[in-house]
């Protein structure tokens, strides 16, 4: 089974809460929330990352390298429009 980023980010924000000496009850929205954003931004980040690889080592098939750039930069785009919908 997959594990969702918002399951991750839970399960952080329990080992945090450990961690602290938190209650379950003290804050555990905002820490998930906050795990669950940087996460995201890291794949964004990530997938940037991958987009331009992809466009500058693709040399020899440049028409590949733009549609497989171009999904990613699409996929980002997804993830960016959910980051934003949390808000």
């Known amino acids: 089974m997959t594990t969702s980023l918002r399951e991750r980010a839970e399960q952080a924000t329990q ?50 390298a733009k549609l497989i750039a171009e999904e990613i930069r699409r996929v980002n785009t997804v993830l960016v429009s959910n980051l934003s919908s949390m808000r």
């Open 15 to 64: 080992e945090v809460q450990k961690i602290l000496g938190l209650t379950a009850e003290e804050h555990p929205k905002e820490i998930t929330d906050a795990i669950e954003k940087t996460i995201i931004y890291a794949l964004l980040e990530e997938r940037h990352r991958c987009a331009d690889v992809a466009f500058n080592y693709l040399d020899e098939d440049q028409v590949k």
